[in-house]
Each structure stands twice: as structure tokens, then as C-alpha cells.
């Protein structure tokens, strides 16, 4: 088997999966406790918090510990609009957010709230002009995604931070993509909150992340006890916390050899596959981009179809449309940046981790031709 | 339905799912003069009849219209 669609989910560290065990097996307690085994459990889950502030450059007490990436984007988004916005004020965001995003505003959108839905370039980067141009007197938060899921391209999160830094707007970016593999810094980024996901640096799934600067107030989207500083109720997943710490903490500690090698991965599957496929489409940008995330278009040809054949030889790769009876819907991401819905439905996303190597590449490489090949001749 | 549909290099008949099979392989927009069977199909994506089968039993379990 090759894995490669590591922006979906990633493997588990071996050691992160052997920091958990003995939160499975032994030390179970219940964070809350005041006993013994609940005041372990509650170090581990304070030393992960610490984990994430070293990484993020945030301090501990910014660090919350969610279900998921989308919990954490909808605490943000549905926080911010509870204790910050009536009827008719404003939101910003792009055409490009993940669904968590995206879906919220539309909900937000039901309950009188205005959202302006920033366009991308051909790069599919958000201009800074546009969101200086957008901002009106009532917008309450601008949340845009720092690095995209499909195609890799990297927002000016830093430049739009600076402009709102006087102005009285939050600033969130949902950062799952960037967070382990590209330095973060919450503090030369200028963001309020930013959003990271565990399963993708190596961690366990079911831990999401929210930093939220400490001068800021955000009510609690669960309510219930008083975990998390009585901001996200909820037994704390012990486990998983402490995975997610250790994943964050091994990824920070490599990575600049990890994006090393993944840059001379991205550039090899660019470079073998555009031999034997010249009028191949790169999409994203050349320069702001995250190191592990490719999107190909091919001419003429089904991503799905390209996806299919690789699966049938062992490689996982991802789509650029999500089948639905029997029809695929081409992704917002791909028709935003300018792509036809034919291009959008030809295309694949190849994404790698620190597991993939250069024999993988040409295996992948290999197949992703040959199915390419074989589908244009039995046509 | 599958009745006129044939496979384009042996000339057996093609059922509903394995017309299914051609889509999800060689796209949406493959035409049915174009379309073959499950053997002639292993033969060309170099693998066995079993994995196509085991890929029309998943589309099946999706739910996905074009199996029944």
C-alpha cells in the first residue's frame, strides 16, 4: 500500500500511538477527579497544552483542546457572531474555506447575518485589497483559511492580520492544513484564533485545537462543566490529548528536514509526471504553497477514474469532486480558482508525509501515467 | 437495459453493474460501443477479476445509483 492523500488524515506517529497506551490501559482516570489517577490524567492533558503553546508560540492558557478542526471552527465563527453580532452585521470570508467554515456562515447567513465570500486568484490566494475593501463599519470577524486542503496555496494571513490589528474585527484562521507542516507563529501572524487539527501531523483523530488569544472573549459553543478553563464542556479525551501534544512536538522538532524532503518529493512527481504528460495543469501557487500538497489536472481524463485505477494498484490519492449519485460535483476550491467544471472533474490530489520516500513517488508516479494512458486509449 | 450493451473486445454481454464499472474506471461520459466486460477489463488495468468485483460490491455498499 502507498498512502498518499495525507491531507485527508495521516498515520500515527509509532511514538505518539505509544505515549497513548497507557492512557487506554491505566491511567484512565477522569481529568476532573481529585484523586490520584484524575490529577495524572489532568498533568498530561497540561503538558500537551504546553506542547501546542511552544509550537504555536502562544502561551498555555490559549491553548483549548476540542473534537475536531470543525468544532473548533464552529466555536469560533458561532461564538464570535453569539457575543459580537446582531441582525445585519458583517462577516468576511473566501470562496475557499472548508466546509466547517463555509456551512457555518451559511447557517450564520439564515440568522440575519451578512457574509461577504472574498474571491481567489488564479493561484487561489485571497487578495489583500479585497479584504481591506470589504471591511465595513459593523464587520465583527474576518476568518480565513491559512493554508487550502486541495490545493495547497498559502493565504497572506500575516499582511490582513496587520491591517485589522487596530481595527476592532476579530481575526481567525483555520490553520489544519499549515499546522505541522510549516512554522507557525500566532503572534506574527496576528490572528485572535487559529484552528490546527491532530490526525493531520501524525496525531489521533478526535482532538482539535483552538488557540484564542487570552484578551479575548469567546462564549462556549458546548456547554456543560467546567473543562477547559468552563469554555468546552466535555470529559476530556485523555488519550488523544496527549497523543496530539507529543504528534505537534515531533513535527516542530523536524520540521525543516521534513520540508526539505517533502519539496524534493512535490518537485519529482511534478517533473516525472509532466515528462510523460506535458499539458498536465499544476494548480496552486508556485511560490505560497504548503510543501505536501499537489494538485493535478489532466486533460480529457476523470480524477475519479484516475483515482479508481491507482486504488486498484495499492496507492491512495484524493479527487478534485465528491461523487454523488453516481454524479460527481466539481469542488468550490478548483471552480473558484478558474478551473472548468471538466478541468475541476480532472483532477487528482496527491498529498505527502514524512512516510513517503522517493521510491513511493516513483511507483505513484508510474501508475498515475499509465492509468492516465489507459483511460484516453479505451476511450 | 444491458442487453444491447456488449463488450467491446470479447462481444459478451455487460449487466448493469459492470456498465457501472466502465463509468467509475473510465468516466462518466464512456460510451457504450466503448464499454467491456469484467474479464476484458482485468486484462487491461492488469489486475484480477476478483478486485473488480470487490470494487463493485464497495460502490454497492456506498450506495452509489449506478449498481444494483
Partial sequence: ?379 | MSKNIRCRFCDSDINRNTIGLNKKIFGEDQRKDRMMCIACMAGVLECSEEDLIEKINEFKNEGCPLFE
Fill in chain 1, 1 to 379: 500500500m502507498i498512502y498518499a492523500d495525507n491531507a485527508a488524515t495521516t498515520r500515527i506517529s509509532d511514538t505518539v500511538f505509544e505515549k497513548m497506551v497507557p492512557f487506554f490501559k491505566d491511567q484512565y482516570g477522569n481529568a476532573s477527579s481529585h484523586y490520584t489517577l484524575g490529577t495524572a490524567a489532568k498533568r498530561a492533558i497540561e503538558k500537551s497544552r504546553n506542547q501546542f503553546a511552544t509550537a504555536l508560540t502562544a502561551t498555555p492558557d490559549e491553548i483549548f483542546f476540542t473534537s475536531c478542526g470543525s468544532e473548533s471552527n464552529n466555536w469560533v465563527l458561532f461564538g464570535a457572531a453569539l457575543s459580537r453580532c446582531k441582525s445585519g452585521d458583517h462577516i468576511i470570508t473566501s470562496s475557499i474555506e472548508h466546509h466547517s467554515v463555509l456551512n457555518s456562515c451559511k447557517a450564520l447567513e439564515n440568522q440575519g447575518i451578512k457574509i461577504t465570500y472574498l474571491p481567489v486568484d488564479h493561484y487561489g490566494r485571497v487578495s489583500l485589497s479585497d479584504v481591506c475593501n470589504s471591511v465595513q463599519k459593523n464587520t465583527k470577524l474576518v476568518s480565513i483559511i491559512l493554508a487550502n486542503n486541495e490545493i495547497g496555496t498559502i493565504q497572506p494571513i500575516a499582511e490582513i492580520g496587520e491591517f485589522l490589528r487596530t481595527k476592532n474585527i476579530l481575526f481567525h484562521t483555520d490553520a489544519v492544513q499549515a499546522v505541522g507542516n510549516i512554522p507557525i507563529d500566532v503572534k506574527k501572524l496576528g490572528v485572535h484564533f487559529l484552528t490546527a487539527s491532530a490526525h493531520k501531523f501524525n496525531g489521533p483523530k478526535g482532538i482539535g485545537i483552538l488557540y484564542k488569544r487570552n484578551d479575548i472573549e469567546l462564549v462556549p459553543l458546548i456547554h456543560g462543566g467546567s473543562q477547559e478553563f468552563k469554555l468546552r464542556a466535555g470529559t476530556e479525551n485523555v488519550a488523544g490529548i496527549v497523543g496530539a501534544g507529543f504528534a505537534i512536538e515531533e513535527s516542530v522538532n523536524n520540521l525543516q528536514e521534513n520540508i526539505d524532503k517533502l519539496n524534493k518529493l512535490y518537485d519529482s512527481t511534478v517533473k516525472s509526471v509532466r515528462k510523460s504528460i506535458p499539458d498536465l495543469i499544476l494548480n496552486g501557487d508556485p511560490q505560497h504553497r504548503l510543501p505536501n500538497i499537489l494538485s493535478l489536472t489532466f486533460d480529457g481524463v476523470s480524477g475519479e477514474a484516475l483515482m479508481h485505477i491507482l486504488d486498484l494498484k495499492g496507492i491512495y490519492v484524493s479527487t478534485g469532486s465528491a461523487c454523488s449519485s453516481g454524479n460527481s460535483e466539481p469542488s468550490h476550491v478548483l471552480m473558484a480558482i478558474g478551473l472548468s467544471e471538466q478541468q475541476a472533474k480532472g483532477t487528482i490530489r496527491i498529498s505527502y508525509n514524512k512516510y513517503n520516500d522517493m521510491d513511493e513517488v516513483t511507483k505513484i508516479t508510474d501508475c498515475v501515467c499509465s492509468a492516465y494512458k489507459k483511460i484516453k486509449l479505451m476511450k
